[in-house]
């Protein structure tokens, strides 16, 4: 029975995380540097990166020998007391950024999402909070709402003003949601007129919205955040789970220089091992171990902190601290290349299109201009085709995943030859698909 087969007969969907349900359905046995194969040992220089964390590479060796040392040194997950690995990684952490006073760790950005809602709500005594359209802020019942919605499901674009939510998935109780309030990204007016309205705890998002391509901040619109959050006081919670340490050690606060409330690491914080953190001020952060537990928001996890991911986290920060330099200045490099040459590729067949680039992270839309927010794109950006240019890219080696919009991401372990091999597949697929 090939793969497939066996996967759709015990697990549902044949895959662990809908998200990776998609055609070609490919099944990956190996992975290395910048190469994924497939069962067929076919090979693809991958952009997919997993949805972003292998900033370094797949298999990246420091990391692995992290991972293979705290098991060859019988360290274990105690579940009792402190540990050192944690310690180090905390001060790693907080040592770095200056806005993460003190941290805690966990296994899934959804986790850490979930968890600084909660510490907002036992902060601030307040229930009601902000996400943004588009926006992707993970499963939790109610941060899982209002990605990519139709224009049916959701009207037209409203500002100032907010959208219905539509939760991602059966079993949400939209009762449980009517806390949560839908607004457009770089929208400061929305932010008001929901503060107006209602008692807000928190406005969550990710500070260049990264699961709708990569829609990024006006000029003066995070800054806008921080004084509204100052002047409205809610808790300015930026959701870094994509951008944290893949833009900058500090994440994509230290490139734009606002700093939030609370943040949220995940992904290429170990290079594709599972972690994940919740830090930021220390007057919210202790609240987490307060004495009256009337006030203490739980943090429970057997696996939090466990010594094998946060082995891999230690590495690489070690890496990104002792080379960042270098890495980040490749990784732009190379995206630099991808940008240039992607957008010469529009160019040059006269073809309608925008590239859009945050360090190594990037995105192509059919439209004439970088979305501003979900609408934006929605109204403009051609799905199908997008989806037909990565499926030619798949067959000829480059490995895209084929979901609309979705970010690409290049790892340390990219070179410029693999940039020239991909844009020049990218014509190529362009004139294939027409
Ligand atoms: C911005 C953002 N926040 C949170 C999450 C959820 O992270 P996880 O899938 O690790 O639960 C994701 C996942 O893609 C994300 O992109």
């Known amino acids: 029975m090939n793969i497939h087969k066996r996967s759709l007969q015990y697990i549902p969907g044949g895959v662990s995380s809908l998200n990776r349900q998609v055609s070609p359905s490919l099944a990956f046995s190996k992975a290395e540097g910048a190469y994924l194969w497939d069962s067929e040992q076919n090979r693809y220089l991958d952009f997919h990166a997993a949805f972003a964390p292998h900033l370094l590479g797949h298999n990246e060796s420091q990391v692995n020998n992290a991972v293979t040392s705290v098991i060859a040194n019988r360290s274990s997950l105690y579940g009792s007391g402190p540990n050192e690995l944690e310690i180090a990684l905390a001060e790693s952490v907080c040592g770095d950024i200056k806005h993460v006073e003190k941290v805690t760790m966990l296994n899934t950005g959804s986790e850490a999402t979930a968890l600084a809602i909660k510490l907002s709500r036992a902060a601030t005594g307040r229930k009601h909070f902000i996400v943004m359209q ?3 802020n993970g499963n939790s019942d109610e941060l899982a709402c209002n990605v990519f919605n139709t224009i049916a499901e959701i009207g037209e674009r409203v500002s100032p003003g907010e ?14 949601q009517r806390y949560v309030h839908v607004i457009n990204y770089n929208d400061l007016e929305s932010v008001r007129y929901v503060c107006k309205r209602y008692p807000v ?56 220089g606002v700093k939030p409330d609370l943040v949220t690491y995940g992904k290429a914080v170990a290079n594709g091992y599972p972690i994940s953190l919740l830090g930021g001020k220390a007057e919210l952060m202790d609240l987490l171990a307060d004495d009256d537990p009337s006030k203490r928001p739980l943090v429970a996890g057997t696996y939090n902190g466990h010594p094998a991911a946060v082995a891999a986290a230690i590495a690489t920060l070690e890496i990104l601290k002792s080379r960042g330099g270098e890495v980040y200045a490749h990784l732009d490099t190379l995206g630099r290349a991808a940008e240039a040459g992607l957008r010469q590729a529009f160019e040059s067949r006269n073809i309608v299109g925008t590239v859009v680039r945050l360090g190594s992270a990037f995105s192509f839309y059919f439209m004439d201009h970088a979305p501003r927010d979900f609408h934006d794109m929605l109204t403009n950006h ?5 989806v037909a240019v990565r499926r030619a890219l798949i067959s000829a080696g480059i490995y895209f995943i084929p ?7 290049i790892s340390a372990s990219h070179t410029l030859d693999d940039i020239q091999l991909m844009v020049e597949q990218f014509g190529k697929c362009l004139d294939a698909v027409g």
């Open 134 to 136: 588009g926006g992707y």
């Open 163 to 176: 959208y219905p939510i539509r939760p991602l998935g059966a079993g949400t109780v939209i009762s449980e």
């Open 201 to 256: 705890a928190a406005l969550i998002t990710e500070p260049v919205l990264q699961n709708i391509g990569i829609v990024g901040p006006e000029e003066g619109y995070l800054s806008g955040l921080r004084e509204l959050a100052d002047e409205l006081g809610f808790v300015l919670i930026f959701d870094e789970v994509k951008t944290g340490f893949r833009h900058a050690l500090g994440g994509y606060a230290e490139l734009c």
């Open 382 to 386: 051609d799905f199908e085709r997008d």
């Open 403 to 409: 979901i609309a919009t979705k970010q690409c991401s």
